[in-house]
């Protein structure tokens, strides 16, 4: 985790102060790229998004990573688009059971030297979007990072690790496990059946809704928490109290679904935490 977030602190500053000046760019350019090779399952795949771009992970029953990436840069002439189009991109770093994909551009600072010495520093704020399709195998451990963008992930049966700074995410869970942290946006989770074979799910967001959806008769510990402003929309009628005279609050629920057991944790700093039973009509 640690390896992506300093370059996209650093690149979300750097778009923002762009934005500031006021820059518009006249021309755009969309490149795309795509890779195909071998990887077993169990192995780990590390996703590094760029600050502004999409990333939508399937699991399939091929021993194989699908990738196809959608590079869209913006500058005011073909010269600058041109100049943009030799930095912007991604790196893949492979080694036996693991596989690191980088996204690449103006904002990271050391890349840029190597590359590019001569960058001009009018390009560095240049509009630059990045979005992924993977198809990975089934059982495969993940860990994204994100920027601000859209994100799905399903059919993937490992653990999963997400970091993402402002998302509109969906993630059905297949197995394995789930830690993830958002800083904002409207996220969805999903457990499609009630033999979910998922060890723990633990998600939280600073700011924006998390939707949940449950099946009906899913053994599980649930703890949902909204710690300021916000509530909680218990609409999933299988939960009932962990201790017997304890009750539900528009802030907090400490509850069990049919005979307990898994862990799911949830939690909201500020916004609305609803909790459904799966198949039912999204609002």
Known sequence: ??????????????????????????????????????????????????PSGSIAVEGTQKDEIELEAEITIEAATESDLDRLSRVVGFSL?????????VSLGPQNRRYLQKIDPKFPKALVASYVRIDYKLKVPRYSDLQIDGGKGTLSVKGVD????INYLDADGTIELTGGSLNALFGSGQVTIS???RSWRGRLADVQIARGNLDIYLPAGLNADLDATVLKSG???????????????AEF????????????????????GEGRLRICTYGARKK
């Open 249 to 268: 609050s528009p802030q907090a629920i400490s509850a069990k679904s049919g005979t307990g057991g898994i862990p799911l944790k949830f939690m909201v």
């Open 191 to 193: 457990i499609p059946t």
């Open 93 to 101: 770093d492979e080694t036996s059971g693991r596989v690191e994909i």
């Open 231 to 245: 509530s909680i929309e218990n609409n999933f009628p299988g939960l009932v109290p962990r201790v017997r005279k």
């Open 158 to 161: 490992g653990n999963i690790r």
């Open 1 to 50: 985790m640690k390896i992506f977030n300093p370059i996209l602190a650093a690149a979300l500053s750097v778009i923002f102060f762009g934005l500031a000046l006021g820059q518009q760019a006249a021309l755009k350019r969309t490149i795309a790229k795509t890779d195909k090779f071998d990887f077993g399952s169990g192995g780990t795949i590390l996703i590094g998004g760029y």
